[in-house]
């Protein structure tokens, strides 16, 4: 009886033993290793140590979606390496299975701890990863390819243990937490943005490009949430504060998909505003929120511009009047067509299962000078990715997925009373709205580390899901 009270209590951690060690983390990593190259990763294992010792599994999976976010990949690759090719990040998830496996056990009921609507799609999604691997090897694909096609996919599996052991009170937590690692990675693109461009030449540019700035869609889109239905002003002046690194880091990717995303997350945020049952009174100024942000974010870039004499207007210009005149002369968008016509190819190959994980295709890499013939496992679009591994029946069992949660979301939205879960849930249908639109030119909901995230979103979607229907007020 005195484990399971143990047990019980861990998710009751203070909030600012995660706030400490967020910090402590990114300190950790970058200021020993200019002193020597394993001191750092010392430290960060230490840190670790003290999640599993003081800590909780909800404490765990947000400080392993903020390390998965905020850390660069040069930072995994060439420092916090693993046996076998590990990455750090995977250590902590196989950690957080550990615990989450003895939690199980010692809670002495060996069933399905917590039963949601999202069970069903998300079961049939590993399900399918799993098919999918032994499809492969039934095609003879290798291994090699195999297996770094699969380790990304297989992180849905944080879904199950976020809804039977993360504390879903704790979602509004979540948000911050994904608005602060948002913020980090802001701030990593202005410094090297920064870094790299000629300030005392007018005009001069550097695109900055890297996978993590999918989060400043997630993270601008969570600000405009907040600011919606948050009651305390405090909270909306710091959110809002928060947008300025974000905004600024989204016009320098000059990502004209984010953009579009985040036009669509913003059109959802402002449908939601009309639809609400609850704040009819406010619907007006709140739907003004929601339009003046795209001007907000062109203000921020006009006034960082004219601080830094960077061609940061000119750039965005040209990449969308390109589009609008002539995309065949835009080599980004041609090439990437060509490269979409080979996926299709191998697609038509094997069209309701898919070649299997580890299939692949011969493209031709402009990103590299000069270019060469590289064999890949995926290209810029999460559904082509999965149709050519998990064939039509893959991207259906996908969308499956997020599709529910997205209506999911959409019901407890309107039928709930309970602020921060209609906080949430706005959040979630913005944020995967946006992503789905997205998806049609990147992977990223696919073939990265930030699936943690995306499965963390899920997860605590089902359980606020679940916990509303325990009360009767979802149909």
Known sequence: MMFRKDLSSLNNQSISLLVVICMMQVLLIAVPFYFHDF?????????ISGVGLFGSITLAVLYLCFIAAVIPTWVYDEILKLPLDFKFYEGVFAFIIVLSGVAWLLSGRLNWPYKTRLDRPVLLLMGMLVFSIGLGLFY?????????????????????????????RKCQMF?????????????????????????????????????????????????????????????????????????????????????IALFVGLSALGYLVLVDPLRRKERFKRFMIVASIPFILIVFTYTFQMQTNVGVGDVAVRRIARVADNYEEDHSISGRLIVYGIALEEILKHPLFGGGHGVSIR?????????????????????????????????????????????????????????????????????????????????????????????????????????????????
């Open 140 to 168: 003879g694909q290798p291994v090699s390819q195999m297996l770094r096609d699969i380790r990304y996919p297989l992180c849905y599996s944080t879904f199950f243990i976020v809804t039977w052991f993360f504390d879903y």
């Open 39 to 47: 001191l750092s990763v010392i430290l960060v294992l230490i840190v």
């Open 363 to 475: 493209i031709l890499s402009t990103d590299v000078m000069p270019p060469r013939l590289e064999t890949v496992g995926g290209v810029d679009s999460v559904y082509l990715t999965i149709a050519m591994r998990m064939g039509i029946v893959g991207v259906g069992v996908f969308l499956w997925v997020f599709c529910s949660g997205l209506w999911y979301a959409y019901k407890t939205f309107l039928s709930s009373e309970d602020e921060q879960s209609r906080l949430f849930c706005m959040v979630f249908i913005a944020v995967y709205s946006a992503l789905l639109v997205f998806g049609i030119g990147d992977a990223t909901l696919f073939v990265n580390r930030l699936i943690f995230v995306h499965a963390t979103f899920l997860g605590i979607l089902a359980k606020l899901d679940t916990e509303h229907i325990k009360q009767g007020k979802v149909a």
């Open 175 to 259: 948000l911050y937490l994904v608005i602060g690692a948002s913020v980090v990675v802001g701030i990593e693109y202005l410094i090297e943005f920064l870094a790299m461009v000629n300030l005392s030449v007018s005009g001069s540019f550097f695109r900055v490009a890297r996978l993590e700035g999918v989060l400043f869609p997630i993270g601008i889109l969570s600000i405009v949430a907040i600011l919606l239905l948050e009651r305390h002003f405090y909270r909306r002046v710091l959110v809002g504060l928060a947008s300025l690194p974000i905004g600024i880091a989204l016009l320098l990717t000059v990502g004209r998909g984010m953009w």
